[in-house]
């Protein structure tokens, strides 16, 4: 079974500079898609970003990036410019391909705190 | 668009009370739907999914129940709730995965806060 590690249970990051999330994960499979949510207090789960496990590229979305290592099984997300609305619970996620596609693992999260 | 609706937002109930609490998507069809619980401060355990009408896996043996009557409908049910019933309840869709490479996330209600008391 898939398992996603996130090792760093709370983090904090200075207003406007840059702060990296690392997630790592378990699996046999090669074909994948990895994810990564924000929980803020409002407790709605949102999706940051998101990464085919066959694309080399790594994502972007304005100042969410990721760095993919499929080799090293490692999906840390990277924060540019932090706001305080970046504090939230961040959740990895893994999703296998496979015919019905329900096999998706978080990870334990990470709580971000933006300090003004 | 797609659009899920979950609710109660907020549920207060008695020990030994049945639950229900229900989530509908709409805009797309056929989707595969989950529920999932969430402590305070803690991650997702996923509790149900269902990959069609009828369909419904368990994953963690325990107190509750899931129905998928329509095709767009889950149902979140118990019986008789339990005080380590309590928590947050998030209910969540998603397309079923082909090979076109088209990532398919999991897209979530805005949960139930349940507390039991």
């Known amino acids: 079974a898939q398992t996603v590690t996130q090792s760093q249970p709370e983090m904090s990051v200075q207003e406007a500079e840059t702060v990296t999330l690392s997630c790592t994960y378990d699996?046999?499979?090669?074909?994948?898609?990895l994810f990564w949510y924000k929980q803020p207090p409002s407790r709605q789960m949102i999706l940051v970003i998101r990464?085919?496990?066959?694309?080399?590229q790594n994502a972007t979305e304005n100042r969410f990036s990721v760095n993919f290592q499929k080799a090293a099984k490692s999906f840390s997300l990277k924060i540019s410019d932090s706001q305080l609305g970046d504090a939230a619970m961040y959740f990895c996620a893994y999703r296998s391909w496979d015919n019905y596609g329900q096999n998706f693992v978080f990870g334990p999260g990470t709580r971000l705190s933006v300090l003004p | 668009s797609q659009t899920i609706h979950q609710w109660p937002a907020t549920l207060v109930q008695p020990v030994g009370s049945p639950l229900s609490l229900e989530c509908t998507v709409e805009g797309t069809s056929n989707p595969n739907l989950y529920w999932y619980r969430q402590a305070a401060g803690r991650g997702l355990q996923l509790l149900f999914y269902s990959v069609g009408i009828g369909q419904i896996s368990s994953e963690v043996p325990q107190n509750l129940s899931a129905s998928r009557p329509q095709d767009r409908q889950f149902i979140l049910s118990s019986k008789k709730l339990l005080l380590s019933d309590s928590g947050f309840y998030l209910c969540?869709?998603?397309?079923?995965?082909?090979?076109?490479?088209?990532?398919?996330?999991?897209?979530f209600g805005d949960g139930t806060r349940l507390s039991i008391l």
């Open positions: 969540a869709w998603s397309i079923k995965p082909h090979r076109s490479g088209v990532n398919q996330p999991q897209h």
């Open positions: 990464q085919e496990a066959y694309k080399q």
């Open positions: 699996t046999s499979e090669s074909d994948y898609y």
